[in-house]
């Protein structure tokens, strides 16, 4: 099992509509959760990041996360066609001591389309 | 302004011929990173460093090296590149492992190895 998996899509939604990107991970101790967009030929830029159960909110972007089931969740409200990119889930896992570990896991990414 | 500086950007080389890419950040950043990412396998980890002189592996350290000699760079060296190493590379930098602050990317290089 992939310690953090997305479905890939790709995921296609018309504008203005919710777009809803999955996340599950498998280490039980993940404790920063990252939601990175890369556009096609670019690098990776951070947009949310959740560190504790509970929805967070930043403009049109929500992440969910849910620790018990090992899940976190990025909506994107209002779909714009600029939005178009693939959306990376990262993890970051911590050991009992607090310490990081230094590893920072990504999912594949989720290939998300807004169409006009 | 803050950037993550990599070099090449694009580099077609052959099997065997040692390399390497260079990363450097302007932010003082302790934190630094490489990833490759391959279709459908997303961002793979290599090595990171939590700061000068300390390194460690990430998720696919096989047939790379680095080291961190001064604050600023970061450089992967790929001593005998093969074929499966031919891929997109990130650097990345961060304030520290534990800050919330984001992880800042290079604009990426891309290897092929013939």
């Known amino acids: 099992q992939k310690e953090v998996e997305q479905n890939s899509g790709p995921l296609s939604v018309p504008e203005g509509a919710i777009a809803s990107l999955n996340c599950t991970y498998s280490?039980?101790?993940?404790?920063?959760f990252f939601w990175y967009r890369q556009y096609s030929g670019k690098s990776p830029e951070l947009i949310m990041s959740?560190?504790?159960?509970g929805d967070k909110e930043d403009g049109r972007f929500t992440a969910q996360l849910n620790k018990a089931s090992q899940y976190v969740s990025l909506l994107i409200r209002d779909s714009q066609p600029s939005d178009s990119a693939t959306y990376l889930c990262?993890?970051?896992?911590?050991?009992?001591?607090?310490?990081?570990?230094?590893?920072?896991?990504f999912g594949q990414g989720t290939i998300l389309t807004v169409h006009p | 302004e803050a950037q993550v500086t990599q070099n090449p950007r694009y580099l077609i080389t052959v099997t065997g011929k040692k390399l390497t890419v260079t990363c450097s950040q302007n932010?003082?950043?302790?934190?630094m990173s490489w990833y490759r990412q391959d279709p459908g396998l997303g961002l793979r980890q290599i090595y990171y460093?939590?700061?000068?002189?300390?390194?460690d592996k990430g998720d696919v350290p096989e047939g790379y090296k680095v080291s961190r000699k001064e604050k600023r760079n970061f450089p992967l060296i790929l001593e005998s590149p093969s074929p499966n190493q031919t891929s997109l590379y990130f650097c990345?930098?961060?304030?520290?492992?534990?800050?919330?602050?984001?992880?800042?990317f290079g604009d990426g290089t891309r290897l092929s190895i013939l």
């Open positions: 932010m003082n950043h302790e934190y």
């Open positions: 460093s939590m700061n000068v002189e300390v390194t």
């Open positions: 959740i560190y504790s159960n």
């Open positions: 280490d039980r101790g993940s404790q920063s």
């Open positions: 990262a993890v970051k896992v911590w050991d009992a001591g607090g310490t990081s570990y230094g590893k920072l896991t």
């Open positions: 990345a930098s961060r304030v520290t492992l534990d800050s919330n602050q984001p992880q800042h």
